[in-house]
């Protein structure tokens, strides 16, 4: 539980100072004079993830997912992500998997190539007879061009059980595919 609150105290604190940021204006001048439009709108994305898992009985985890992503301007954008993650488990005990389901906030901070995310939502596990559906956050940093996605994340799941309790943690790596809708 204490791990809990300190994540989710850091969570909110990233959240706070990304949202109270000064906003970039959505229309910018050219050297000529002519004001030029920010084409805000959507983007797709395809990912693997991999992670490591610091809790027992867990192994390792592997997933794909999907998110779509919606730019407020250059810097700042709004996320939805859901797939599939499955945490492996050695010695004969099923596997855990579950369907994420996350809503985001996405910030640029350098080159509007490297970003800061915060997300927020569920775990719904799906597979062995587990059916407590976790709370799910995850703060990570990452790189994107205009194809390319590559990201690590901490995720904490705050009611999977563990050895010693519940609330499970992973480092995870996305690499993924993008593109605009």
Excluded at 70 to 86: A, V
Excluded at 165 to 177: C, D
Aim: glycine share 12%; net charge negative.
């Amino acid at each position: 539980m204490k791990n809990l609150k300190s994540i989710t105290g850091l969570f909110v604190l990233c959240f706070t100072v990304l949202t109270t940021a000064t906003m970039s204006a959505q229309e910018t001048t050219s050297a000529i004079g002519a004001t030029e439009n920010y084409d805000q709108g959507f983007r797709l994305g395809f990912g693997i993830n991999g992670g490591f898992i610091f809790d027992d009985p867990y192994d390792f985890s592997l997933g794909a997912d999907a998110r779509i992503q919606y730019d407020l301007n250059q810097r700042y954008s709004i996320t939805f992500t859901t797939g599939f993650t499955n945490l492996f488990i050695g010695d004969d005990i099923p596997d855990l998997g579950f369907i994420p389901a996350k809503a985001g906030f996405k910030a640029f901070v350098w080159e509007n190539r490297f970003y800061v995310l915060g997300e927020l939502g569920a775990a719904i596990p799906v597979t062995n007879d587990y059916n407590t559906t976790s709370l799910l956050l995850a703060p990570g940093i990452g790189y994107a061009n205009k194809y390319f996605d590559a990201s690590i994340r901490y995720e904490y799941y705050n009611d999977f059980p563990r050895e010693n309790g519940e609330g499970v943690g992973q480092l995870a790596l996305r690499l993924a595919y993008g593109f605009r809708l």
